[in-house]
T-cell receptor, first 110, second 116 residues
Framework: AQKITQTQPGMFVQEKEAVTLDCTYD???????LFWYKQPSSGEMIFLIY??????QNATEGRYSLNFQKARKSANLVISASQLGDSAMYFC???????FGAGTILRVKS | GAVVSQHPSWVICKSGTSVKIECRSL??????MFWYRQFPKQSLMLMAT?????????EQGVEKDKFLINHASLTLSTLTVTSAHPEDSSFYIC????????????FGPGTRLTVL
């Protein structure tokens, strides 16, 4: 069975600074995909970034990058130059019907 | 712009009535769609996988007769909450995979159901 663990219930970051949101996973499948989604207070789920298990390089999308350490089974999200609009709930998820972590609430302070 | 829509965005109903929620993929076809349930400040819980032209696959613990799923076309899946009760009040979200390589799920905006 697949499992996603996010150990940080909440995080604060100062505007313009970088922040890392932790995610560890467990799966017996040799091929898998990992996702990060953002959920603002409006409730919509916004896709941020994807990392495939066989991808050679860490994924990057604008200010978002994924620190993928396969041996450690971790896929941490790094947000650079935080903005006030980044305040939201962030979920790490795994493919196949999408198993979600518990989420991390991020608050960006001005 | 949005690639998956849901209707209605919110609904209030009386206990014992049934509520239908629609999920549409707007500019792509989806043979599979997923339905989730989310309680306040909690994560998304997968309820079922909706399969076009065949029966839905339900996750363990989800009542099939309670949550009826129909995937009538390649762009539409519906979730009907039958004989709703206050404990069914929740945020229901659907998703559909758009990128065939990564199976990235694109989510609808969600439907907030309140059962009185």
């Amino acid at each position: 069975a697949q499992k996603i663990t996010q150990t940080q219930p909440g995080m604060f970051v100062q505007e313009k600074e970088a922040v890392t949101l932790d995610c560890t996973y467990d799966t017996s499948d040799p091929s898998y995909g990992l996702f990060w989604y953002k959920q603002p207070s409006s409730g919509e789920m916004i896709f941020l970034i994807y990392q495939g298990s066989y991808d050679q390089q860490n994924a990057t999308e604008g200010r978002y990058s994924l620190n993928f350490q396969k041996a450690r089974k971790s896929a941490n999200l790094v947000i650079s130059a935080s903005q006030l609009g980044d305040s939201a709930m962030y979920f790490c998820a795994m493919r196949e019907g999408m198993v979600f972590g518990a989420g991390t609430i991020l608050r960006v302070k001005s | 712009g949005a690639v998956v829509s849901q209707h209605p965005s919110w609904v209030i109903c009386k206990s014992g009535t049934s509520v239908k929620i629609e999920c549409r993929s707007l500019d792509f076809q989806a043979t599979t769609m997923f339905w989730y349930r989310q309680f306040p400040k909690q994560s998304l819980m997968l309820m079922a996988t909706s399969n076009e032209g065949s029966k839905a696959t339900y996750e363990q613990g989800v009542e099939k007769d309670k949550f009826l799923i129909n995937h009538a076309s390649l762009t539409l899946s519906t979730l009907t909450v039958t004989s709703a009760h206050p404990e069914d009040s929740s945020f229901y979200i659907c998703s559909a995979p758009r990128n065939p390589r990564t199976d990235t799920q694109y989510f609808g905006p969600g439907t907030r159901l309140t059962v009185l």
